[in-house]
């Protein structure tokens, strides 16, 4: 089983990114998964996450109105749409499948993440 996550790199403050995780070994719509980042030193946070019930999504206040979280069932995989980026959103990302999104924890399947930076 492999998450791959992918579309990071470098954007200047207010770009936009879209990140996807593409899954092999599982069926991601099976899942609820969460993007979540990581800064060397930090404990890693939530961004996002999507119900395998019914696609809600859901996301903390520090992105809201700005992460857009989507599945397309076809391709598992499963893209997080980033926009008015700060420089503050500098981290790794990745993905990984939750049991609730109500409580996001990463939990059995997760992958190595992709850089963003976001320049000021």
């Known amino acids: 089983v492999q998450l791959q996550a992918s579309g990071g790199g470098l954007v200047p403050s207010g770009g936009s990114l879209r990140l996807s995780c593409a899954a092999s070994?599982?069926?991601?719509?099976?899942?609820?998964v969460g993007w979540f980042r990581r800064v060397p030193g930090k404990q890693s946070e939530g961004v996002g996450c999507i119900s395998s019930k019914n696609d809600n999504t859901y996301y903390p206040d520090l992105v809201k109105g700005r992460f857009i979280i989507s599945r397309v069932n076809s391709e598992n995989t499963v893209y997080l749409q980033m926009n008015n980026l700060k420089p503050g959103d500098t981290a790794n990302y990745y993905c990984?499948?939750?049991?609730?999104?109500?409580?996001?924890?990463?939990?059995?399947?997760w992958g190595k993440g992709t850089l963003v930076t976001v320049s000021s």
């Open positions: 990984a499948t939750v049991i609730t999104c109500t409580v996001p924890v990463e939990y059995e399947y």
């Open positions: 070994g599982i069926t991601l719509k099976d899942y609820s």
